[in-house]
Protein backbone atom coordinates (compact mmCIF):
# COMPACT_ATOMS: atom_id res chain seq x y z
CA UNK A 1 0.00 0.00 0.00
CA UNK A 2 1.25 2.79 -0.69
CA UNK A 3 0.89 5.31 2.63
CA UNK A 4 2.92 8.46 2.27
CA UNK A 5 3.89 11.03 -0.81
CA UNK A 6 5.70 13.69 -0.35
CA UNK A 7 6.43 16.46 -3.24
CA UNK A 8 8.51 19.37 -3.21
CA UNK A 9 9.25 21.99 -6.15
CA UNK A 10 7.40 19.83 -8.94
CA UNK A 11 5.64 21.97 -11.66
CA UNK A 12 3.15 23.92 -10.13
CA UNK A 13 3.52 21.92 -6.46
CA UNK A 14 5.77 23.88 -3.76
CA UNK A 15 5.50 21.12 -1.30
CA UNK A 16 2.59 18.90 -0.77
CA UNK A 17 2.28 15.94 1.83
CA UNK A 18 -0.30 13.44 1.06
CA UNK A 19 -1.55 10.54 3.16
CA UNK A 20 -3.21 7.73 0.94
CA UNK A 21 -5.49 5.23 2.83
CA UNK A 22 -6.23 1.39 2.15
CA UNK A 23 -9.65 1.29 -0.49
CA UNK A 24 -10.57 3.81 -3.19
CA UNK A 25 -8.90 7.31 -2.90
CA UNK A 26 -9.87 9.76 -4.87
CA UNK A 27 -8.92 13.06 -6.32
CA UNK A 28 -10.79 15.61 -7.80
CA UNK A 29 -10.48 19.03 -8.93
CA UNK A 30 -10.90 21.90 -11.70
CA UNK A 31 -9.00 21.10 -15.12
CA UNK A 32 -5.73 22.51 -14.52
CA UNK A 33 -4.80 21.83 -10.80
CA UNK A 34 -2.42 20.15 -10.97
CA UNK A 35 -4.00 16.32 -10.62
CA UNK A 36 -1.97 14.94 -13.50
CA UNK A 37 1.34 16.65 -11.56
CA UNK A 38 0.48 15.03 -8.37
CA UNK A 39 0.40 11.11 -10.87
CA UNK A 40 3.29 12.49 -12.67
CA UNK A 41 5.10 13.18 -9.69
CA UNK A 42 4.61 9.52 -8.81
CA UNK A 43 5.34 7.72 -11.67
CA UNK A 44 8.81 9.84 -11.80
CA UNK A 45 9.94 8.35 -8.88
CA UNK A 46 8.52 4.74 -9.96
CA UNK A 47 11.57 4.97 -12.97
CA UNK A 48 9.83 7.07 -15.68
CA UNK A 49 11.51 9.85 -17.64
CA UNK A 50 12.41 12.52 -15.42
CA UNK A 51 12.63 15.62 -17.26
CA UNK A 52 14.20 19.16 -15.94
CA UNK A 53 11.57 21.10 -17.24
CA UNK A 54 9.30 19.87 -14.10
CA UNK A 55 11.30 21.62 -11.87
CA UNK A 56 9.46 24.22 -10.32
CA UNK A 57 10.24 27.92 -11.92
CA UNK A 58 13.14 29.48 -9.39
CA UNK A 59 13.92 26.18 -7.48
CA UNK A 60 17.37 24.13 -7.85
CA UNK A 61 15.58 20.97 -7.65
CA UNK A 62 12.88 18.82 -7.48
CA UNK A 63 11.88 15.87 -4.95
CA UNK A 64 9.55 13.28 -5.12
CA UNK A 65 9.67 10.67 -1.68
CA UNK A 66 7.05 7.34 -1.72
CA UNK A 67 6.47 5.80 1.42
CA UNK A 68 5.05 1.92 1.07
CA UNK A 69 3.99 -0.77 3.40
CA UNK A 70 4.21 -4.42 1.79
CA UNK A 71 3.90 -8.15 2.91
CA UNK A 72 4.92 -8.86 -0.50
CA UNK A 73 7.80 -11.55 0.19
CA UNK A 74 8.61 -11.42 -3.87
CA UNK A 75 9.41 -7.40 -3.11
CA UNK A 76 11.87 -8.00 -0.45
CA UNK A 77 13.43 -10.79 -2.24
CA UNK A 78 13.78 -8.47 -5.10
CA UNK A 79 15.33 -5.81 -3.21
CA UNK A 80 17.82 -8.55 -1.18
CA UNK A 81 19.11 -9.73 -4.59
CA UNK A 82 19.92 -5.99 -5.87
CA UNK A 83 21.49 -5.16 -1.96
CA UNK A 84 18.81 -3.14 -0.89
CA UNK A 85 18.11 -3.63 3.23
CA UNK A 86 15.02 -4.04 4.34
CA UNK A 87 13.36 -2.53 6.81
CA UNK A 88 10.50 -4.23 8.38
CA UNK A 89 7.56 -4.30 5.89
CA UNK A 90 8.10 -0.13 5.09
CA UNK A 91 10.14 0.83 1.62
CA UNK A 92 10.91 4.69 0.83
CA UNK A 93 11.91 5.50 -2.82
CA UNK A 94 12.64 9.17 -3.56
CA UNK A 95 14.18 10.63 -6.59
CA UNK A 96 15.74 14.03 -6.46
CA UNK A 97 15.68 15.94 -10.25
CA UNK A 98 18.41 18.49 -10.77
CA UNK A 99 19.24 20.39 -13.95
CA UNK A 100 22.49 17.40 -14.28
CA UNK A 101 19.94 14.57 -13.79
CA UNK A 102 18.15 12.53 -11.20
CA UNK A 103 18.89 10.58 -8.42
CA UNK A 104 17.29 7.58 -7.04
CA UNK A 105 17.03 5.90 -3.95
CA UNK A 106 15.58 3.05 -2.33
CA UNK A 107 15.42 2.94 1.68
CA UNK A 108 18.52 4.97 1.50
CA UNK A 109 20.01 3.20 -1.10
CA UNK A 110 21.33 4.80 -4.52
CA UNK A 111 19.83 2.42 -7.14
CA UNK A 112 19.61 2.82 -11.43
CA UNK A 113 16.33 3.17 -12.80
CA UNK A 114 16.63 -0.42 -13.99
CA UNK A 115 16.32 -1.58 -10.10
CA UNK A 116 14.48 0.85 -9.22
CA UNK A 117 11.84 -0.63 -11.73
CA UNK A 118 12.53 -3.99 -10.87
CA UNK A 119 11.18 -3.09 -7.49
CA UNK A 120 8.34 -0.77 -8.20
CA UNK A 121 6.75 -2.88 -11.03
CA UNK A 122 5.66 -5.12 -8.09
CA UNK A 123 4.79 -2.29 -5.27
CA UNK A 124 2.21 -0.34 -8.16
CA UNK A 125 0.43 -0.95 -11.45
CA UNK A 126 -0.29 2.30 -12.99
CA UNK A 127 -3.29 2.94 -15.96
CA UNK A 128 -2.38 6.57 -17.44
CA UNK A 129 -4.87 8.58 -19.60
CA UNK A 130 -4.28 7.14 -22.60
CA UNK A 131 -3.38 3.60 -21.91
CA UNK A 132 -6.33 2.43 -23.01
CA UNK A 133 -5.10 2.61 -26.22
CA UNK A 134 -2.64 0.15 -26.02
CA UNK A 135 -5.42 -2.27 -26.41
CA UNK A 136 -5.53 -1.59 -30.02
CA UNK A 137 -1.99 -2.77 -30.54
CA UNK A 138 -2.34 -7.05 -30.37
CA UNK A 139 1.36 -7.07 -29.42
CA UNK A 140 0.10 -5.35 -26.22
CA UNK A 141 -2.60 -8.51 -25.60
CA UNK A 142 -0.23 -11.42 -25.54
CA UNK A 143 1.75 -9.45 -22.26
CA UNK A 144 -1.69 -8.98 -20.77
CA UNK A 145 -2.07 -12.72 -20.87
CA UNK A 146 1.12 -13.89 -19.85
CA UNK A 147 0.58 -11.32 -16.69
CA UNK A 148 -2.58 -12.99 -16.14
CA UNK A 149 -0.55 -16.49 -16.32
CA UNK A 150 1.19 -15.92 -12.82
CA UNK A 151 4.31 -17.16 -11.76
CA UNK A 152 3.52 -20.38 -13.18
CA UNK A 153 3.82 -18.78 -17.04
CA UNK A 154 6.71 -16.39 -16.06
CA UNK A 155 8.81 -19.28 -15.05
CA UNK A 156 8.29 -21.12 -18.55
CA UNK A 157 8.68 -17.75 -20.57
CA UNK A 158 12.08 -17.31 -18.15
CA UNK A 159 13.10 -20.57 -19.51
CA UNK A 160 11.95 -20.41 -23.43
CA UNK A 161 13.59 -17.26 -23.56
CA UNK A 162 16.84 -18.47 -21.95
CA UNK A 163 16.57 -21.47 -24.41
CA UNK A 164 15.92 -19.46 -27.09
CA UNK A 165 18.69 -16.91 -26.61
CA UNK A 166 21.15 -19.90 -26.61
CA UNK A 167 19.68 -21.35 -29.83
CA UNK A 168 20.14 -18.28 -31.49
CA UNK A 169 24.28 -18.06 -30.27
CA UNK A 170 24.46 -21.46 -31.50
CA UNK A 171 23.12 -20.50 -35.12
CA UNK A 172 25.22 -17.45 -35.07
CA UNK A 173 27.83 -19.85 -35.04
CA UNK A 174 26.70 -22.09 -37.38
CA UNK A 175 26.23 -19.56 -40.33
CA UNK A 176 30.13 -18.79 -40.08
CA UNK A 177 30.49 -22.40 -41.55
CA UNK A 178 28.65 -21.40 -44.74
CA UNK A 179 31.93 -21.24 -46.65
CA UNK A 180 32.47 -23.19 -49.55
CA UNK A 181 35.78 -25.13 -50.20
CA UNK A 182 37.42 -22.56 -52.31
CA UNK A 183 36.74 -19.56 -49.87
CA UNK A 184 37.90 -22.68 -46.81
CA UNK A 185 40.84 -23.40 -48.94
CA UNK A 186 42.32 -19.44 -49.38
CA UNK A 187 41.20 -18.73 -45.95
CA UNK A 188 43.68 -21.90 -44.25
CA UNK A 189 46.18 -20.96 -47.09
CA UNK A 190 46.36 -17.30 -45.78
CA UNK A 191 46.45 -18.33 -42.03
CA UNK A 192 49.02 -20.54 -42.76
CA UNK A 193 51.39 -17.64 -44.27
CA UNK A 194 50.88 -15.67 -41.53
CA UNK A 195 51.30 -18.27 -39.12
CA UNK A 196 54.81 -19.19 -40.59
CA UNK A 197 55.72 -15.17 -41.25
CA UNK A 198 55.55 -14.86 -37.35
CA UNK A 199 57.43 -18.29 -36.26
CA UNK A 200 60.21 -17.60 -38.64
CA UNK A 201 60.85 -14.44 -36.67
CA UNK A 202 61.40 -17.03 -33.94
CA UNK A 203 60.60 -13.51 -31.96
CA UNK A 204 61.83 -13.34 -28.24
CA UNK A 205 60.15 -11.62 -25.32
CA UNK A 206 61.70 -8.02 -24.80
CA UNK A 207 63.40 -8.55 -27.42
CA UNK A 208 62.66 -5.39 -29.24
CA UNK A 209 63.70 -3.09 -26.06
CA UNK A 210 67.28 -5.20 -25.92
CA UNK A 211 67.76 -4.28 -29.91
CA UNK A 212 66.35 -0.51 -29.25
CA UNK A 213 69.06 -0.34 -26.89
CA UNK A 214 71.89 -1.82 -28.70
CA UNK A 215 71.13 0.05 -31.81
CA UNK A 216 71.27 2.95 -30.09
CA UNK A 217 74.53 2.46 -28.98
CA UNK A 218 75.81 1.24 -32.07
CA UNK A 219 75.00 4.34 -33.92
CA UNK A 220 76.92 6.66 -31.54
CA UNK A 221 80.13 3.98 -32.13
CA UNK A 222 82.14 6.61 -33.47
CA UNK A 223 81.00 9.59 -31.62
CA UNK A 224 81.99 7.92 -28.65
CA UNK A 225 85.03 6.21 -29.97
CA UNK A 226 86.56 9.74 -31.13
CA UNK A 227 85.55 11.49 -27.79
CA UNK A 228 87.18 9.23 -25.65
CA UNK A 229 90.46 9.52 -28.01
CA UNK A 230 90.45 13.65 -27.21
CA UNK A 231 90.34 12.68 -23.73
CA UNK A 232 92.95 10.15 -23.30
CA UNK A 233 94.98 12.37 -25.50
CA UNK A 234 94.20 15.41 -23.54
CA UNK A 235 95.35 13.54 -20.39
CA UNK A 236 98.50 10.77 -21.43
CA UNK A 237 99.11 11.33 -24.42
CA UNK A 238 101.66 14.61 -24.20
CA UNK A 239 104.00 16.15 -22.47
CA UNK A 240 101.96 18.95 -21.19
CA UNK A 241 99.17 16.11 -20.18
CA UNK A 242 97.58 16.03 -16.73
CA UNK A 243 99.30 12.77 -16.32
CA UNK A 244 102.48 14.57 -17.20
CA UNK A 245 102.19 17.51 -14.81
CA UNK A 246 101.37 15.10 -11.93
CA UNK A 247 104.83 13.09 -12.86
CA UNK A 248 106.63 16.19 -12.48
CA UNK A 249 104.85 17.63 -9.36
CA UNK A 250 105.70 14.15 -7.37
CA UNK A 251 109.58 14.98 -8.84
CA UNK A 252 109.53 18.28 -7.22
CA UNK A 253 107.78 16.81 -4.00
CA UNK A 254 110.22 14.38 -2.84
CA UNK A 255 113.21 17.23 -3.93
CA UNK A 256 111.64 19.51 -1.15
CA UNK A 257 110.90 16.36 1.30
CA UNK A 258 114.54 16.50 1.69
CA UNK A 259 114.09 20.31 3.58
CA UNK A 260 110.42 19.56 5.23
CA UNK A 261 109.48 16.28 5.97
CA UNK A 262 106.29 17.35 6.42
CA UNK A 263 105.56 17.86 3.02
CA UNK A 264 105.09 13.72 3.06
CA UNK A 265 101.64 13.46 3.07
CA UNK A 266 101.09 16.27 0.02
CA UNK A 267 103.22 13.51 -1.86
CA UNK A 268 101.12 10.66 -0.94
CA UNK A 269 97.87 12.74 -2.46
CA UNK A 270 99.95 12.93 -5.36
CA UNK A 271 101.27 9.31 -5.47
CA UNK A 272 97.50 8.60 -5.42
CA UNK A 273 96.38 10.51 -7.70
CA UNK A 274 99.08 9.22 -10.38
CA UNK A 275 97.66 5.97 -9.54
CA UNK A 276 93.93 6.85 -10.25
CA UNK A 277 95.53 8.10 -13.56
CA UNK A 278 97.04 4.81 -14.90
CA UNK A 279 93.71 3.10 -13.83
CA UNK A 280 91.92 5.54 -15.89
CA UNK A 281 94.42 4.97 -18.91
CA UNK A 282 93.95 1.44 -19.06
CA UNK A 283 90.60 1.74 -18.46
CA UNK A 284 89.77 4.39 -21.72
CA UNK A 285 92.33 2.21 -23.94
CA UNK A 286 90.31 -1.26 -23.08
CA UNK A 287 87.00 0.55 -23.59
CA UNK A 288 88.60 1.59 -27.28
CA UNK A 289 90.13 -1.06 -28.18
CA UNK A 290 86.60 -3.37 -27.42
CA UNK A 291 83.90 -1.24 -28.83
CA UNK A 292 85.47 0.47 -32.02
CA UNK A 293 82.03 1.34 -34.55
CA UNK A 294 81.01 -2.68 -35.63
CA UNK A 295 79.37 -1.82 -39.18
CA UNK A 296 78.03 -5.75 -39.78
CA UNK A 297 76.33 -5.84 -36.46
CA UNK A 298 75.20 -2.84 -36.82
CA UNK A 299 73.20 -3.99 -39.85
CA UNK A 300 72.22 -7.00 -38.14
CA UNK A 301 70.49 -5.00 -35.42
CA UNK A 302 69.16 -2.71 -38.13
CA UNK A 303 67.53 -5.46 -40.38
CA UNK A 304 66.36 -7.33 -37.39
CA UNK A 305 64.39 -3.87 -36.07
CA UNK A 306 63.14 -4.06 -39.26
CA UNK A 307 61.41 -7.10 -39.11
CA UNK A 308 59.88 -6.82 -35.40
CA UNK A 309 58.34 -3.67 -36.89
CA UNK A 310 56.99 -5.08 -39.90
CA UNK A 311 55.37 -7.65 -37.84
CA UNK A 312 54.16 -4.94 -35.61
CA UNK A 313 52.19 -3.06 -38.76
CA UNK A 314 50.81 -6.24 -39.40
CA UNK A 315 50.09 -8.10 -36.17
CA UNK A 316 50.36 -5.85 -33.44
CA UNK A 317 51.86 -2.68 -31.69
CA UNK A 318 53.61 -5.28 -28.92
CA UNK A 319 55.35 -8.48 -29.24
CA UNK A 320 52.45 -9.85 -26.32
CA UNK A 321 49.76 -8.60 -28.93
CA UNK A 322 51.69 -11.00 -32.08
CA UNK A 323 52.40 -13.67 -30.10
CA UNK A 324 48.60 -13.54 -28.68
CA UNK A 325 47.34 -13.23 -32.43
CA UNK A 326 49.44 -16.41 -33.29
CA UNK A 327 47.58 -18.12 -30.75
CA UNK A 328 44.31 -17.40 -32.32
CA UNK A 329 45.70 -18.12 -35.49
CA UNK A 330 46.46 -21.70 -35.06
CA UNK A 331 43.18 -21.78 -32.82
CA UNK A 332 41.18 -20.75 -35.57
CA UNK A 333 43.35 -23.32 -38.29
CA UNK A 334 42.76 -26.04 -35.83
CA UNK A 335 39.04 -25.19 -36.46
CA UNK A 336 38.78 -24.82 -40.19
CA UNK A 337 40.65 -27.92 -40.75
CA UNK A 338 38.22 -29.73 -38.66
CA UNK A 339 35.32 -27.81 -40.21
CA UNK A 340 33.40 -30.83 -41.28
CA UNK A 341 33.63 -31.96 -37.68
CA UNK A 342 33.12 -28.92 -36.35
CA UNK A 343 30.21 -28.43 -38.26
CA UNK A 344 28.24 -31.60 -37.84
CA UNK A 345 29.16 -30.72 -34.01
CA UNK A 346 27.77 -27.56 -33.90
CA UNK A 347 24.62 -28.75 -36.18
CA UNK A 348 24.08 -32.06 -33.61
CA UNK A 349 24.11 -28.84 -30.39
CA UNK A 350 21.41 -26.85 -32.94
CA UNK A 351 19.49 -29.87 -33.08
CA UNK A 352 19.20 -30.67 -29.56
CA UNK A 353 18.54 -26.98 -28.46
CA UNK A 354 16.24 -26.35 -30.81
CA UNK A 355 13.78 -29.23 -30.01
CA UNK A 356 13.74 -28.13 -25.93
CA UNK A 357 13.16 -24.37 -27.82
CA UNK A 358 9.90 -26.45 -29.67
CA UNK A 359 9.69 -28.21 -26.50
CA UNK A 360 9.02 -25.54 -24.60
CA UNK A 361 7.35 -23.28 -26.96
CA UNK A 362 4.18 -26.27 -26.87
CA UNK A 363 4.73 -25.82 -23.30
CA UNK A 364 4.12 -22.38 -23.22
CA UNK A 365 1.41 -21.98 -25.46
CA UNK A 366 -0.37 -24.50 -23.54
CA UNK A 367 -0.23 -22.57 -20.49
CA UNK A 368 -1.29 -19.34 -22.23
CA UNK A 369 -4.01 -20.92 -23.54
CA UNK A 370 -5.14 -22.19 -20.38
CA UNK A 371 -4.33 -18.71 -18.34
CA UNK A 372 -6.02 -16.95 -21.52
CA UNK A 373 -9.49 -19.53 -20.95
CA UNK A 374 -9.58 -18.44 -17.02
CA UNK A 375 -8.77 -14.60 -17.97
CA UNK A 376 -11.59 -15.03 -20.81
CA UNK A 377 -14.14 -15.90 -18.89
CA UNK A 378 -13.18 -13.34 -15.47
CA UNK A 379 -13.06 -10.50 -18.51
CA UNK A 380 -16.42 -11.44 -19.55
CA UNK A 381 -18.04 -11.31 -15.91
CA UNK A 382 -16.61 -8.03 -15.41
CA UNK A 383 -17.88 -6.14 -18.67
CA UNK A 384 -20.98 -7.36 -18.01
CA UNK A 385 -20.51 -5.54 -14.62
CA UNK A 386 -19.40 -2.20 -16.72
CA UNK A 387 -22.73 -2.27 -18.72
CA UNK A 388 -21.60 -4.56 -21.52
CA UNK A 389 -24.76 -6.82 -21.01
CA UNK A 390 -24.53 -8.70 -24.47
CA UNK A 391 -20.14 -8.71 -24.94
CA UNK A 392 -18.91 -11.81 -26.05
CA UNK A 393 -15.37 -11.19 -25.55
CA UNK A 394 -12.73 -13.79 -26.96
CA UNK A 395 -8.74 -14.02 -26.63
CA UNK A 396 -7.18 -15.45 -30.30
CA UNK A 397 -4.68 -17.59 -30.94
CA UNK A 398 -2.71 -18.06 -33.89
CA UNK A 399 0.77 -19.78 -34.67
CA UNK A 400 3.09 -17.26 -35.94
CA UNK A 401 4.97 -19.04 -39.15
CA UNK A 402 8.07 -19.23 -36.75
CA UNK A 403 9.09 -19.32 -33.16
CA UNK A 404 10.49 -15.76 -32.25
CA UNK A 405 11.33 -14.50 -28.32
CA UNK A 406 8.27 -14.74 -27.21
CA UNK A 407 7.17 -18.29 -28.64
CA UNK A 408 4.81 -18.80 -31.28
CA UNK A 409 1.78 -17.52 -30.48
CA UNK A 410 -0.07 -14.05 -31.79
CA UNK A 411 -2.66 -12.93 -29.63
CA UNK A 412 -5.47 -10.53 -30.50
CA UNK A 413 -8.65 -9.72 -28.22
CA UNK A 414 -12.04 -9.70 -30.11
CA UNK A 415 -15.33 -8.15 -29.40
CA UNK A 416 -19.01 -8.03 -30.11
CA UNK A 417 -20.71 -5.60 -28.11
CA UNK A 418 -24.01 -5.96 -30.11
CA UNK A 419 -25.82 -9.43 -29.79
CA UNK A 420 -25.84 -11.09 -33.24
CA UNK A 421 -22.50 -9.41 -34.44
CA UNK A 422 -18.94 -11.61 -35.05
CA UNK A 423 -16.54 -10.56 -32.23
CA UNK A 424 -14.24 -8.48 -34.37
CA UNK A 425 -10.35 -6.85 -33.54
CA UNK A 426 -11.17 -4.04 -30.91
CA UNK A 427 -8.95 -1.67 -33.31
CA UNK A 428 -12.00 -1.96 -35.71
CA UNK A 429 -15.00 -1.31 -33.40
CA UNK A 430 -14.35 -0.08 -30.03
CA UNK A 431 -14.99 3.66 -28.93
CA UNK A 432 -12.67 5.36 -26.16
CA UNK A 433 -15.15 5.06 -23.65
CA UNK A 434 -15.42 1.36 -24.42
CA UNK A 435 -12.04 0.80 -24.24
CA UNK A 436 -11.42 2.79 -21.02
CA UNK A 437 -14.19 0.52 -19.75
CA UNK A 438 -12.53 -3.07 -21.01
CA UNK A 439 -9.26 -1.93 -19.74
CA UNK A 440 -11.21 -1.92 -16.61
CA UNK A 441 -12.23 -5.26 -17.06
CA UNK A 442 -8.74 -6.33 -18.06
CA UNK A 443 -7.06 -4.55 -14.68
CA UNK A 444 -10.23 -5.96 -12.83
CA UNK A 445 -9.79 -9.55 -14.21
CA UNK A 446 -5.58 -9.20 -13.61
CA UNK A 447 -5.51 -7.74 -10.51
CA UNK A 448 -7.87 -10.98 -9.13
CA UNK A 449 -4.19 -13.34 -10.04
CA UNK A 450 -1.55 -10.64 -9.37
CA UNK A 451 -0.17 -9.67 -5.82
CA UNK A 452 0.16 -5.83 -6.82
CA UNK A 453 -0.76 -4.12 -3.96
CA UNK A 454 -1.78 -0.44 -5.14
CA UNK A 455 -3.39 0.72 -8.49
CA UNK A 456 -3.71 3.97 -9.85
CA UNK A 457 -5.69 4.96 -12.45
CA UNK A 458 -5.34 8.81 -14.16
CA UNK A 459 -8.86 9.37 -15.17
CA UNK A 460 -10.39 5.96 -16.29
CA UNK A 461 -13.77 7.17 -17.09
CA UNK A 462 -12.86 8.95 -20.36
CA UNK A 463 -15.59 8.72 -22.50
CA UNK A 464 -18.71 7.55 -20.14
CA UNK A 465 -21.68 9.24 -18.53
CA UNK A 466 -24.82 8.04 -16.92
CA UNK A 467 -25.48 4.41 -15.97
CA UNK A 468 -22.45 3.56 -17.10
CA UNK A 469 -20.00 5.73 -15.40
CA UNK A 470 -22.51 3.92 -12.35
CA UNK A 471 -21.26 0.79 -13.38
CA UNK A 472 -17.72 1.71 -13.71
CA UNK A 473 -17.98 3.43 -10.14
CA UNK A 474 -19.38 0.03 -8.40
CA UNK A 475 -16.89 -1.90 -10.20
CA UNK A 476 -14.12 0.53 -8.55
CA UNK A 477 -15.34 0.29 -5.79
CA UNK A 478 -15.71 -3.61 -5.58
CA UNK A 479 -11.94 -3.96 -6.80
CA UNK A 480 -10.83 -1.74 -4.09
CA UNK A 481 -12.20 -4.23 -1.88
CA UNK A 482 -9.00 -5.73 -2.16
CA UNK A 483 -5.89 -3.15 -3.64
CA UNK A 484 -6.16 0.40 -2.56
CA UNK A 485 -7.28 2.26 -5.78
CA UNK A 486 -5.64 5.93 -6.00
CA UNK A 487 -8.09 7.46 -8.99
CA UNK A 488 -8.05 10.89 -10.57
CA UNK A 489 -11.95 11.29 -12.19
CA UNK A 490 -14.18 14.34 -13.51
CA UNK A 491 -17.38 11.98 -12.83
CA UNK A 492 -19.26 12.45 -9.59
CA UNK A 493 -20.45 9.14 -9.31
CA UNK A 494 -17.28 7.91 -9.44
CA UNK A 495 -16.50 10.69 -6.72
CA UNK A 496 -19.30 9.45 -4.65
CA UNK A 497 -17.61 6.35 -3.76
CA UNK A 498 -14.64 7.62 -2.38
CA UNK A 499 -12.98 5.87 1.01
CA UNK A 500 -11.13 8.89 1.18
CA UNK A 501 -11.59 11.88 -1.23
CA UNK A 502 -8.48 14.57 -1.68
CA UNK A 503 -9.66 17.89 -3.88
CA UNK A 504 -6.76 19.61 -6.07
CA UNK A 505 -6.53 23.11 -5.93
CA UNK A 506 -4.44 25.81 -7.89
CA UNK A 507 -4.22 29.43 -5.81
CA UNK A 508 -2.27 32.21 -6.48
CA UNK A 509 0.32 33.14 -3.75
CA UNK A 510 3.34 36.02 -3.80
CA UNK A 511 2.76 36.48 -7.48
CA UNK A 512 3.30 32.57 -8.00
CA UNK A 513 0.55 30.04 -8.51
CA UNK A 514 0.20 27.01 -6.71
CA UNK A 515 -1.64 23.63 -6.60
CA UNK A 516 -2.14 22.48 -3.45
CA UNK A 517 -3.88 19.19 -2.01
CA UNK A 518 -6.46 18.43 0.87
CA UNK A 519 -8.12 15.88 2.48
CA UNK A 520 -11.87 16.39 2.32
CA UNK A 521 -13.72 15.48 5.13
CA UNK A 522 -17.78 14.03 4.24
CA UNK A 523 -19.49 17.59 3.83
CA UNK A 524 -16.79 19.07 2.03
CA UNK A 525 -16.73 15.82 -0.05
CA UNK A 526 -20.49 16.65 -0.51
CA UNK A 527 -19.52 20.18 -1.90
CA UNK A 528 -17.25 19.11 -4.55
CA UNK A 529 -19.48 16.50 -5.70
CA UNK A 530 -22.26 19.05 -5.95
CA UNK A 531 -19.39 20.85 -7.75
CA UNK A 532 -18.84 18.49 -10.20
CA UNK A 533 -22.52 18.00 -10.59
CA UNK A 534 -23.13 21.62 -11.16
CA UNK A 535 -20.19 23.22 -12.57
CA UNK A 536 -19.02 26.52 -10.44
CA UNK A 537 -22.64 27.40 -9.32
CA UNK A 538 -23.83 25.56 -6.52
CA UNK A 539 -27.32 24.92 -5.52
CA UNK A 540 -29.48 23.75 -2.84
CA UNK A 541 -30.87 20.95 -5.43
CA UNK A 542 -27.27 20.27 -6.43
CA UNK A 543 -26.34 19.77 -2.88
CA UNK A 544 -29.02 17.40 -2.05
CA UNK A 545 -28.31 15.32 -5.41
CA UNK A 546 -24.84 15.18 -3.85
CA UNK A 547 -25.98 13.87 -0.60
CA UNK A 548 -28.04 11.49 -2.40
CA UNK A 549 -25.18 9.84 -4.56
CA UNK A 550 -22.81 9.64 -1.26
CA UNK A 551 -25.63 7.67 0.99
CA UNK A 552 -26.21 4.97 -0.89
CA UNK A 553 -22.26 4.78 -1.99
CA UNK A 554 -21.07 4.65 1.17
CA UNK A 555 -23.25 1.45 1.73
CA UNK A 556 -22.29 -0.27 -1.61
CA UNK A 557 -18.93 -0.04 -0.35
CA UNK A 558 -19.31 -2.15 2.34
CA UNK A 559 -17.41 -5.31 1.53
Same mark, same amino acid.
Given at each position: ?L???????????????ID????? /???T?????????II????I???D????S???????Y?L?EL? #???SN?K?F?TM???G?????? @??I?SR?I??D?S?S???G??V??????????LL??I?G??D???L? /?????L??????????L?QI??E??S??????A??G??Q????N?E???????F??YE??????????PD??T? $? @???HKK?AAA???S??LSR????L #?? /??????G????A???L???????PG?KSL??????L????R?M??? $? *??Y??D??F??E??Q??Q??LDV??R????Y??T???????? +??????LS?L?D???????L?KQ??????R??R??VQL? +? !?????A????Q?I????K???? $???? #???H #??KA????E? =?FD???F???A?????P?P?ARI?S?????R?M????SSS???????T?I?????T =?I????????A????L???D???I !???H????AA???TH?????S???? *??IS???KL???D??L?????L?GS?I???????A???K?????F???
Amino acid at each position: MLKHVHLKNLALIREADIDFEQGL /NILTGETGAGKSIIIGSITIALGDKASKSFIRTGSDYGLVELV #FSSSNEKVFHTMEDLGIPREED @QIIISRRITADGSTSRINGTSVTLANLKAVTSLLVDIHGQHDHQSLL /NPSQHLRIVDEAGGEALEQILREFRSCYQEYKALRGRYQKFSQNPEELAKEISFIEYEIKEIEEAALKPDEDTL $L @QAEHKKLAAAEKISGGLSRIRSSL #FD /NADSASGRISDAIRELHFLESFDPGLKSLSDYLMDLESISRDMDHE $L *SSYLEDNTFQAERYQAVQDRLDVISRLKGKYGRTLQDISEYH +DSLCAKLSQLKDYEANREELQKQMDTVKARVNRLAVQLS +D !CRRHAASDLEQRIVRNLKDLNF $LEAD #FRIH #FEKADKIYEN =GFDKVEFLISANPGEPPRPLARIASGGELSRIMLAIKSSSAQADSIGTLIFDEIDT =GISGRTARKVAEKLALLSHDHQLI !CITHLPQIAAMADTHFSIEKSVSEG *STISGIRKLRRPDSILELARLLSGSEITEITLQSAEEMKTPAASFREP
